[in-house]
């Protein structure tokens, strides 16, 4: 692949560089006061005060780093990994911890990484566009989060934190222009419709022709078409009362994104080969494929002050229909042997959630905490097929396997802050799970041929039913203390939790009756929170380490399936470090820098000697830097800013083979801006992956053909964006 190496210290000391220019700018930013507000245990707190691991992206910061998806952020967080089979649905990885797609897309699987919009679960099909969020705040939260969030947060949580409705009547607009035919509009507005209530709204368009080009059909694909809209209403009655709805509902309907086949032309003489043209932004797919996907969220939430504390209710329905058709293995020509593998299928998911936490402080402040009941109702129907279309007759045809699953969670929780003596904190939390997941499996062949398309395992297939209950306890303990005004030092033992499943393309009746069990994660941390010289310089450091069990394993099996069981045990450790420096009065310089040694301690499948191999999508190194410089023109202000990022290599499969490599890469992003004056409108110059670079986003490989088939992150992009607010 064409990836521009560099040794990280050459990344490092180019990134280093740019930032001594006279002009940058950076991606921590913070208000003036210098302080973030998250809610990373779900009570307000500033970032320095919150002895978690936490790294959060203020509003400012997601328009100034042009950050559009969570790939992005992905790329400035330490310890975050994101990779995704297709642009819709991304698998994360978080300290080594994270779901293959084949369990977390299944109908009977989970994620390891977990995302929250506005407390609400978005369990599967992704998320709508960040633009039309109006957001306030990201916030994404590393290590097991087995007590205060939902389920299934075993290796940590992204959440996406809208402003609320307020009494200020404002309104946003913002047009792009980019290549590849980029346009993007978003308009959101708030107003206060009486003294008591208030609305917010928003819409976000955004289109551009495909990355890559289609030489068969002659079509661009991989492109976007991508509609969000959303409403959110606030009603304040009382000085004790706070009802806000909301409601948002996205909409992307654009052409697939085949796979580039990078075959092996020393193989077989070439003959897999033929009419693949090899340039890896040119795929010779015989159809383009398509992605289709609806979500639509409705949610209410009722804050009421108490007495003794806080009572919060968070109602949620949240519904996703995702469509998709990939081909995989394909060649414009056809010779023998050659193989076209297409992969199509249909999800409807409804989920319904309700939260309940009490919020309190008693003893005059010195104990505080929360504690609540949340419940999940999930139901999935998802049919997946695919058309294998092989020169060998017997293997060739269509296999169609339904999958319908319900699932269902309840949960208690409680955790508890109780200040020893001044300064020094002890904090005891936990969670107690009980789940339950049912559902029925079918596998058919779906043509009149003979042959018997992988994976199903005989002619006459299979329709099963099967159910399976867990529980789980979940505690967390904590200690820290507040050295000075500026210093808290903390450390915390947790456990985290990822329910057990049903692999939806199975083989066999056997295998799709036969659920895995979950996934267990002690994690074990101290870490530092600084401020240093008049708090124009912020240090934090994390250390940590995790005893991993019973980690569910997707296994390829050519020609066969995809197989999910229990089958392993990791080790994992680590540091991680984040900074901000502001030297002088409009420059910033912030980054982080992330190391991890995440292996498996044991791995039990027969024939696959795997102890030792590195977990995958963890890289050992990775580092981000950036810097802005703000000056005054005149009545006007200009801000450059530049970020810069490098990944070490990591690998998309636990087998750690040379074809399933996630190479090393870098990422380097510019904008540069000019603003009126209070900000009232905005000309910004900007782009993303200057250097180009090539990054494959998965990884599939297929032996007995020697064909790599590789999707690939966005190439070089850049635009103007054009804003004004009222």
Known sequence: MANKRLNPSSRLLAGVALLTMPAIATAQEAPADGDIIVTAQRQEQKLQDVPVSVTAFGAEQLRENNIETVADIALRTPG????????????????????????????GGDPSVVVFVDGVYAGRGGTPDLDALDLER??????????????????????????????????YFEGTYGNYDRVGVVARGNMALTDKIYLSAGLSHKQRDGFEFNE????????????????ALRFVPTDTLDIVLRADVSRQDQKGNPRHNNCDTSFNGGVH?????????????????????????????????????????????????????????????????????????????KQFSQELRLAFDAFDGRL?????????????????????????PAITGIGIFPQSVNARSFAIFGQFDYEIVPSLTATVGARMTWERKSGRFAGYKGDAG?????????????????????????????????????????????????????????????????????????????????????????????????????????????????????????????????????????????????????????????????????????????????????????????????DYSWVDDAFFEASNIPQQLWPSHDNLD??????GPDERWELS???KNLTDELVPTYVTYFGPYRQILTPYAPPRTYGVTLAFKI
């Open 80 to 107: 975050l990994a994101a990779s995704s089979v297709d642009p819709i649905n991304t698998n994360f990885a978080m300290r080594g911890i994270g779901s293959a797609p084949g369990i977390s897309q299944n109908a």
């Open 138 to 171: 990201v916030e994404v939260l590393r290590g097991p989060q087995g007590t205060l969030f939902g389920k299934n947060a075993i290796g940590g949580l992204i959440q996406f934190v809208s402003r609320k409705p307020s009494a200020d009547n404002s309104f």
């Open 216 to 231: 068969t059909t002659g079509n661009d694909v991989n492109d976007l078409n991508l509609t969000t809209g959303r409403v």
């Open 273 to 349: 080969c033929v009419g693949i043209n090899p340039d890896p932004r040119v795929v010779n797919a015989y159809i383009d494929g398509e992605i289709k996907r609806t979500i639509q969220s409705y949610s209410a939430e009722i804050n009421l002050e108490l007495p003794f504390g806080t009572l919060t209710s968070l109602t949620a329905l949240r519904k996703v229909d995702f469509q998709f058709e990939t081909p995989f293995f394909s060649n414009r020509v056809n010779p023998p042997n050659q193989i076209e593998s297409t992969d199509f299928g249909d999800e409807d998911n």
């Open 368 to 392: 505080n905490g929360q504690t609540g009941l949340y419940y999940l109702k999930e139901d999935t129907d998802r049919v997946q097929g695919q058309i294998q279309d092989f020169a060998t």
């Open 450 to 642: 003979p042959g018997l398309p992988p994976p199903l395992g005989t002619l006459a297939g299979y329709d099963v039913t099967a159910s399976k209950k867990w529980k789980a306890f979940t505690p967390r303990f904590a200690l820290n203390w507040k050295a000075t005004d500026d210093v808290l030092l903390y450390a915390s033992v947790a456990r985290g939790y990822k329910s057990g499943g049903f692999q939806g393309l199975s083989g066999t009746a056997a295998g799709a009756s036969t659920p895995y069990d979950p996934e267990f994660a002690w994690g074990y941390e101290v870490g530092a929170k600084t401020e240093w010289l008049d708090r124009k310089l912020r240090l934090n450091i994390a250390l940590f380490k995790t005893d991993y069990s019973d980690l569910q394993v997707s296994q390829l099996v050519p020609l066969c399936c995809v197989v999910v069981s229990n089958a392993a045990k990791a080790k994992i450790k680590g540091a991680e470090v984040e900074f901000l420096a502001r030297p002088f009065e409009g420059f910033q310089i912030d980054g982080s820098y992330a190391w991890l040694d995440a292996k498996f301690s044991e791995y039990s499948i027969p024939g696959q000697a795997y102890s030792g191999n590195r977990l995958p999508r963890s890289p050992k190194n990775k580092f981000n830097i950036g810097g802005q410089y703000e000056v005054p023109v005149g009545e006007l202000s200009a801000k450059l800013r530049v």
């Open 670 to 675: 510019a904008r540069l801006s000019i603003a």
């Open 685 to 687: 110059l900007w782009g």
